[in-house]
């Protein structure tokens, strides 16, 4: 059995967008994440937003951990071309000016991701929930055309 990180499938269908931060320099990162804790929180929201996709034969299901972020702080949206668009905010902590920051690991500011859908999705039937900090959009699936049955016929004579 291989174990596979979700990270390193190729998906064809994520839009995700290209992430400036993936390659830069540690030291340069560091030094601005320790003069300046709210960076690392601000440029890496947007990265950090993991969301699963599944289809079952009745639709495609995304579910997103959102810890933190009200339903109304969310948008999910479907653009032209059947993509997928969910995106909003995760509100910043209020600093005050004699905290002392021991460690910054929860992010906050503003995420977005796209996935471009497949034929067989019902983009005018999307529905979103949200429970317990996870966001479920569930896209129904058209049903497929049921090939038409062949009935053989004995020839006789």
Do not use: C
């Not at 929180?41 to 810890?67: M, Q, V």
């Not at 993509?83 to 905010?89: A, C, H, R, T």
């Not at 859908?117 to 929930?129: F, G, I, M, Q, T």
């Amino acid at each position: 059995m291989s174990i596979v990180r979700r990270s390193d499938i190729f998906d064809p269908f994520s839009l995700d967008v290209w992430d400036p931060l993936h390659s830069f320099p540690f030291d340069t990162f560091r030094a601005l994440a320790e003069s300046r804790p709210s960076f690392v929180s601000e440029t890496s929201a947007f990265a950090n937003t993991r969301i699963d996709w599944k289809e079952t034969p009745e639709a495609h299901i995304f579910k997103a951990d959102l810890p933190g972020v009200k339903k109304e702080e969310v948008k999910v949206e479907v653009e032209e071309g059947r993509v997928l668009q969910i995106s909003g905010e995760r509100s910043k902590e209020k600093e005050e000016k004699n905290d002392k920051w021991h460690r910054v690991e929860r992010s906050s500011g503003k995420f977005l991701r796209r996935f471009r859908l497949p034929e067989n999705a019902k983009v005018d039937r999307v529905e979103a929930s949200m429970e317990n900090g996870v966001l479920t959009v569930t896209v129904p699936k058209e049903e497929e055309k049921k090939k038409p049955e062949v009935k053989a016929i004995e020839i006789s004579g």
